[in-house]
């Protein structure tokens, strides 16, 4: 886990392949913008909302409210 703070920094030091947002909602397109414009192309969203992302980023979102209601019954 890396902190978005140190993120033009540790971008600088090595590329990013995957990150996983998890923000309140109000947040996530501004940290998605900030991490896509770092390098990072693949996203694992677990915040609840939906990403308006480039074509050549791929994004699966994670809806823990089923992942959750899942378990419960597992």
Known sequence: ??????????????????AVVATPAEATPAVVKQVCAAGSRRYSNFAPVQLSVPADVTVRNVNMAMELEGLSFA
């Not at 902190?3 to 990013?16: G, H, M, N, P, V």
């Open 1 to 18: 886990m890396r902190s978005i703070a140190d993120l033009e920094r540790d971008a600088a030091k090595q590329d990013f392949d995957i």
